[in-house]
């Protein structure tokens, strides 16, 4: 085995951080890059995004790509304000006096729910507010079962029927990634080094790509949260639930139409909305309007920023501890790369929340955009340079000189190479993978309530069986338990 000094002057490389590195083979390149980021990527692209035009769009990914901390984060915090909802619909019911035995009452909460979350997404959080009073109000009123009922239903069945939840596409993508995944671990175990077949450089592909595994759990909870089909359908469904209402009541009220919301700005639009909270993935108003109306203060903030971490810092954890035992084994270059690609997801969450904090809200878009292309553009740049052989230098195969060069094919170096290849590598990767499905089950399973507003149908079938859900046929007064609460509230 010769030392780095050798194989510097065996191969001409200098020890320049510039010029002392060898490219890969274009086609190396090329398959590595199929064969581990493009899965990754693909991903991405799955990710539901709010119809706001290409700009909003476009900022989406590059602020999932860019900063996915707060973007977890973000996600987060829309299912916390969703189950914040949740809980005053479910509340208004229980006063209204719909038991909890009753499926009227899950249906109701739901619908509830939704609209009030649809407001939020508006940018009209202050309708949002009023929605349980004026229902209470509505159940006294002598036509509700006749009338009122069905208006609220459509409007929530409306609703629902716009938001696109893409999780069956995501089923099958993160189906793809995994298998494609397999078989080139399957693949690189089953081959022996030769002069064309470095498991070694496998190995670290793999570890470098692991830095992005945050992407599965992000996509899962992004496709059950979902996004409206269109930029005008769910102001345009709230608009004229706001008119059937007042029109049930004998009010006269202008028809609903796409004019009229412009004209009386009903409903912001383009970065506007996603500045008030019409992007689930981004909240920028966060950290300097805190949405203590949802229960949530700055500690529990920080408890979601570090929350948004934990994915990340998984993947980091999987793609030292891949690197580490790769031959040679211990700290080498690759830490270096991979920490840095940290560092830059990190500084950009700070450099986030200074923006969110203190600067203007209309410069906050167009700076929070540059920002996030910034960051996301320097780690593709970083990803591509470490896949075209930056890393492939005497002193990284030698640990900056401190063993002699691990070449795989070597006597000392083959067995352990395929025994970290075939029996390790492979579990630290899916273990990782499991850790990132375990961490979106635990966080639906926190926000099931929210999840069930999010993924509610519009026919009356239940996401949780296969029978069709129909209204008790019962009168008004025998459908209704009458609780301590609803025999307070008749009273008024």
Known sequence: MFTEKVCRKITGLSSSIWTGWKAYDNSDIWSRLVTWKLPLFQLVVQLPRAPLGFRVETASIMHLLGDPIDSVMSMLLTLAICQSRVEEAKKTCSVSGLDPSYTEYHRTWKALAIIMVSYDECGRPEKAADVCENYLDMRRHADFEDNFRTIYDEAANSLAADRTTKILPVFFAELIFIGGWLIALIKAASSEPGPGNWPNVESHSVAMSAMYLWVTSAVVIGSVIGASQTEGSMPRLLHRFEHDMATAQGEEARRPSAGGREETEWCLAGPERALHGGVYSWRPLKWREVPRQFGVDTKELCGYAATGLVPVSACYITAVLLSYFTPPKGVSCRHVAESFILGLWMISFCVEFIAERWLKKRHLFAVVFSKDVLFATSNVVVIFMVQSGL????????????????LPQHPDVTPILMHFVKRIAPWITFMAIFFQFLFCGMVLW?????????????????????DRVKREDKKPEQREAMTPFALLYRSR
């Open 446 to 466: 926190k926000y099931s309530d929210a999840i069930r507003v999010f993924v509610q149908r519009d026919d009356g079938i239940s996401n949780l069986g296969w």
């Open 391 to 406: 890393l492939n230098r005497c002193s990284c195969w030698s640990m900056f000189g401190l063993t002699g060069v691990n």
